[in-house]
């Protein structure tokens, strides 16, 4: 894979409950372009409900929709689960990222990748990255886990805080769009 596939990407990733989704809208709002792996994986599942019924059972799919939140709890409960969902997954998520950074790329200007794990995981070349900060406390009034976000905002080249309001965080993203413009 050639860096060149992702020389105007920007990794954006950041904790549960941090406000990546909101961050991404605001984003789409100035015109940017996002890839939002969510999104992607979730478009996947459906496209796949027959390997999922196939591998963990028809109760997890219905009218060809996969019963996400169902799932969900033999996912996150049991390791051998998780792994078999991510090796079908995963796979197919990256070629769809790789397929519309193509696409943006040929615009030539910087657009965002939403990759939840992505130091964790590691798996794209993506040499700018951008966390969505939020103080633990405001994460945990969001009913949320906090996840390592204080390491990512360590090894991340640009950081937003979004620890206040609207306001603010509009304010963040726009000089954030200063820097990388």
């Known amino acids: 894979m050639s860096n060149d596939l992702f020389k105007n990407a920007i990794a954006l990733t950041g904790g549960i409950s941090t406000g990546k989704s909101t961050v ?14 969510d999104v992607i994986a979730h478009k996947l599942l ?28 033999i996912i996150f409960s049991n390791e051998e689960n998780k792994l ?38 590691m798996n794209y070349p993506i040499s700018k990255s951008l966390v969505i900060y939020t103080p633990k406390d405001i994460q945990i009034q969001r009913l949320m886990k906090r996840d390592n976000i204080e390491e990512k905002r360590k ?6 805080d979004n620890s206040q309001n609207l306001k603010h965080l ?11 413009i």
């Open 24 to 37: 991404c809208n605001l984003f789409k709002l100035h015109g940017f372009l996002t890839i939002d792996a």
């Open 46 to 73: 459906d496209e796949n409900s027959n390997k999922i019924a196939a591998m963990f059972g028809e109760q997890y799919v219905e009218n060809g929709k996969v019963l996400r939140k169902e799932l969900g709890k």
């Open 84 to 121: 078999k969902l991510e090796a079908l997954l995963h796979p197919l998520i990256k070629e769809e990222i790789i397929k519309e950074s193509r696409i943006f790329e040929s615009q030539n200007k910087p657009y965002f990748v939403d990759i939840p794990l992505f130091f964790e995981k």
């Open 170 to 180: 509009q304010n963040e993203v726009e000089r954030i769009i200063g820097e990388i």
């Open 155 to 160: 090894l991340a080249n640009m950081v937003i």
